[in-house]
């Protein structure tokens, strides 16, 4: 495929891996490049546009592979790997070149003890509110955003809720919540 | 303290609250207003007021029982909503609809674009003071909305179609139903029309409000008809065609200024341009023998193969996207929705800085922020 070779011959190594599903093209690229690697694709390859951002939560995938592989091969060494050694969590960016039309989707995946990623808002003033919106669901922590803080849940909400082992009828947290208490709101 | 309060710290201002109990403000949404006199320095926005957690709602039900909930994203226009979960589900298991399914989803899908433009401009227009054409749009809509319900018996959660086709094929009077709605709807249109376009107090307070440049727009993420009024030709219909859009004839208006004048006039001209495309539709499915099938084959519970899917169509507020990653179980793993309106309302700060603060309204209005797929 044409662009495949366009984006191997911009990102070089950067490109750790291509992945095609049901006709959609997913580059993965290192999470500490990622800001140069969009700059390039950005630039070179003509994807200026910033269709979305947000985060998946894998470890749930994890644990059922391998759940499956221990119950296939008996190997809980191999087992115990495969959910210990894969990051937890992926940012996935949807890019659009306005041009040709062509859509590609950058992934990243970020392990659960470094959370910090470079914010894209330097290069898309659209990435403002979707990396907000990763930080409230997922805990992962945009650096160089100009005001990162919850988008959708209180800024009080102890928890990140489409996190995997968040339960889906909450934890209560409604009942003990405290409508902008002094020196958090707005008003401060 | 937030950047907007960061960037006005040195100035006199007055803090007005609008929302997110307000009558003006399109559901729930909360703008904290910064104003000096009559003119809006800047606003915070702060939204969640209406947040169901759609999205951890999809990982726990089957791919045919997020269909309802999707009806509570844009509730304006429901079936454009089911529509593109539906066609990302469809994509991610390879099916091919069958061209009787896809011509009813057209039709439906367009007269849906129809009822939600007929929303905006009728309450822009309430919102700037003027309560006729709010009257004569929405009779027509509520004629819509009969034809809607007397083909699945919903008015506005339609939950239109399944994964692989739809229910069942249009009403046998629906030939005659159109007609009379397509001379009514032309008659509103123009009568609105007429009201309001060439109306001198309209123009005063819609013309030059909240422009934003083609760049700006970009920049911030816009699409649909918001991204139209900046001069942008662009529109998924035509720039990534699905389903049978290609074989249709339709015009893209576009605007010039991206002001709220050019926003109401670009919907204006796509409420007629989706008649067209309804007219071609339903010929083309008067063609059709009434054996043709409804269905693709799919199994009774779907279990779409181990991947992901990023699929988006052109929704009457823009790019409506659904991301799906299957686990190749019966529940998605993950169901992402790109909303159009999330985007366009994060650059409400930027649309309104220097605006008086009735124009903030306006701006809002004229955006169609839907506060159910903004905070989902």
Redesign the interface.
Known sequence: MALKHDILKVLGNNALSFDE????L?VEVPKDEIIPSLKILKSELGF?????L?G??NS??YA?KAKKSKKDENNEEQADTLSSSLPRFEV?Y?LLN?TT?K?L?VRIRVPEDDLTVESATSL???A???ERECYD?FGIKFKGH??LR?????EEFPAH??RKD?P?EGMGEERDMKYEPEGTG??? | ???V?QRIANEDYV?INVGPSHPAMHGTLRA?AYVSGETVLGT?L???YL?R?V???GE?LTYHQFIPITDRLNYCSAIANNVAYEMAVE??M?LDIPIKAQLIRIIMTELSRIADHIVLVGILGVDLGAFTPFFYLFLQREEIYEIFEWYNGARLTNTFGRIGGVESELPEDFEQRWLELKKGLDKAITETDKLLTRNRIWMDRTIGVSPISAQ?A????FTGPCLRACGVK?DLRK??PYSLYPEFDFEIPTGENGDVFDRYMVRMVEMHESVKIIDQAFKMYKELGPDEPLMAKVPKIIRPPE????H?IESPNG?L?F?I?S?GSDKP??I?I?PPC??I???FDDLIQGEMISDLIACLSSLNIIAGEL??
């Open positions: 599903s049901a006709g959609c997913f200026d546009f910033l269709s979305d947000f998946v939560d749930a995938l059922k996935i949807l306005l039309n859509r989707q898309w003033k659209a403002n509110w979707p669901m100009p005001y919850r988008l959708l849940m209180w809720p489409l968040y889906l707005h008003w401060t | 303290m937030g950047p309060k803090t904290i915070d702060e939204i969640g947040h957690g999205e951890k709602l726990n994509k991610l390879g700006d970009l920049d911030w993420g662009r720039d990534e991947g992901e899917v990023y988006a790019e996207g991301y990653k686990d793993y993950r992402k790109r999330f985007m309302f994060q650059a905070d989902r």
